[in-house]
């Protein structure tokens, strides 16, 4: 055999190996970070579009940040099987967790299909905490926990892809956003008067 057939095939006998463990890093990143969800293909105008991740070691938990611009409306959205045990529309207490605070505990809303929903005017002080604990820019996961279920989920890449969702809702997180749409100042109020 050839010395230059020789040398490439020891070249590639040493790097295929490592090619091969970057592919497999890259891919277990992507899966637990943020990313955007696709819109369902052939719709002009999407429902709802969202962030997802998935539980750290737990792929059939996820948690999800979704806008929906019709209302306009965000909700966080968590979902596993073991959470249809909750009947629909219970109030179940969520605890809140990131390694620089003590846990907070606050209400969300069981849906009764193997998810939980914190809507954004619903649950303000829930939705409020959640985004903010999301928002730290350490690598230390945030930790949820329903009863004695537990969950953990990455941080990285949640504030790039939070400000690419933003972008596409056209609009920011805001519980008194749209609240008073439409409606002309009160003559009545004083604050809407002008001192003169």
Not at 17 to 41: F, H, K, M, T, Y
Not at 109 to 133: K, N, P, Y
Request: net charge neutral; charged share 25%; glycine share 8%.
């Amino acid at each position: 055999m050839p010395v230059g057939v020789r040398l490439i095939l020891i070249a590639l006998a040493v790097l295929l190996p490592s090619i091969s463990r970057a592919q497999n890093d890259s891919v277990s990143q992507a899966r637990g970070a943020w990313q955007l969800e696709p819109g369902p293909d052939g719709q002009a105008k999407p429902e709802s579009i969202s962030l997802r991740a998935t539980a750290i070691g737990d792929d059939d938990a996820s948690l999800s940040l979704r806008c929906r611009p019709d209302v306009p409306l965000y909700e966080f959205v968590m979902r596993d099987p073991r959470l249809a045990k909750l009947p629909a529309a219970a109030e179940v207490s969520l605890a809140i967790r990131h390694s620089s605070r003590e846990p907070i505990r606050l209400l969300a809303s069981a849906r009764g299909d193997g998810s939980v929903l914190i809507q954004e005017r619903v649950h303000q002080m829930t939705f409020s905490s959640l985004l903010g604990a999301l928002g730290q820019h350490d690598a230390a996961p945030i930790e949820l926990a329903i009863d004695d279920d537990r969950w953990a989920f990455p941080l990285q890449g949640f504030a790039p892809a939070f400000e690419l969702l933003t972008a596409q809702c056209g609009f920011e997180p805001g519980p008194a956003r749209g609240r008073r749409k439409g409606r002309a100042p009160d003559e009545s109020d004083p604050r809407s008067q002008r001192r003169k």
